[in-house]
């Protein structure tokens, strides 16, 4: 068991770019979430995938996000045009829930940077 | 709606003092409750969890946490700081019921432990 892996681990760059992160969940967990934590605060839920079906977004997914799990293993997230507002830390977890319970397992996380 | 208040976002503590980070929450079903703890640049590191059973539950580094559910509450302790205990810590609520699992955290707790 590897852990959670994410790459790549800082990204800068400028408004309207587009950006691309990816994550590798634990082997075997068919769960995969995206949170977001800007500066001083808590992870935000953003979405999460049950094998490669993404089943539940937030508000805070506008329409230039946009997340996929093409093969129920790895995800990616990208996001278009980047604005100066989505500088944070983007943080993947991934689980398998059991008997009805389920404990999320974080990974290091892409820290954005958009000049 | 779920949501976590975490009450006090500094605490500073002299290093062998006993260690107390407050946490609130709300929840229209019966809560699963975390605490993570993250240290710079890193991701969430999964302290301990409730979901149901004892509620006092013991977790990683000595620390522990009890479930009261008559004052909606989950504070995390520890008898004596250590200095490697210096890390924000986040409490966080998710559901018990349906499938949906994503994690609502509170704005977390930076924890100082003096020498």
């Known amino acids: 068991d590897t852990g959670v892996s994410q790459n790549p681990r800082h990204k800068i760059t400028k408004r309207g770019q587009n950006v691309t992160f990816r994550c590798d969940p634990i082997?075997?967990?068919?769960?995969l979430y995206w949170y977001r934590q800007t500066l001083g605060q808590g992870p935000e839920f953003l979405t999460y995938?049950?094998?490669?079906?993404?089943?539940?977004k937030s508000r805070l997914l506008s329409d230039r996000f946009s997340a996929e799990r093409p093969k129920g293993s790895f995800s990616t997230l990208e996001i278009q045009r980047t604005e100066q507002g989505d500088s944070a830390m983007y943080l993947c977890?991934?689980?398998?829930?059991?008997?009805?319970?389920?404990?999320?397992?974080f990974g290091p996380g892409t820290r954005l940077l958009v000049l | 709606a779920q949501s976590v208040t975490q009450l006090g976002s500094h605490v500073s503590v002299s290093e062998g003092a006993l260690v107390l980070l407050r946490c609130n929450y709300s929840?229209?079903?019966?809560?699963?409750l975390f605490w993570y703890v993250q240290y710079p640049n890193q991701g969430l590191q999964l302290l301990l969890k409730?979901?149901?059973?004892?509620?006092l539950v013991k977790g990683i580094n000595g620390f522990e946490a009890e479930f009261k559910k008559s004052e909606t509450s989950f504070h995390l302790t520890k008898p004596s700081a250590h200095m490697s205990d210096a890390a924000e810590y986040f409490c966080?609520?998710?559901?018990?019921?349906?499938?949906?699992?994503?994690?609502?955290f509170g704005s977390g707790t930076q924890l100082t432990v003096l020498p």
């Open positions: 966080a609520v998710s559901s018990s019921s349906g499938s949906a699992r994503q994690l609502t």
């Open positions: 995938f049950q094998n490669e079906a993404q089943l539940e």
């Open positions: 409730y979901t149901t059973g004892a509620t």
């Open positions: 977890a991934s689980s398998l829930p059991f008997g009805g319970q389920e404990t999320q397992y």
């Open positions: 082997s075997e967990h068919n769960r």
């Open positions: 929840s229209s079903v019966p809560p699963y």
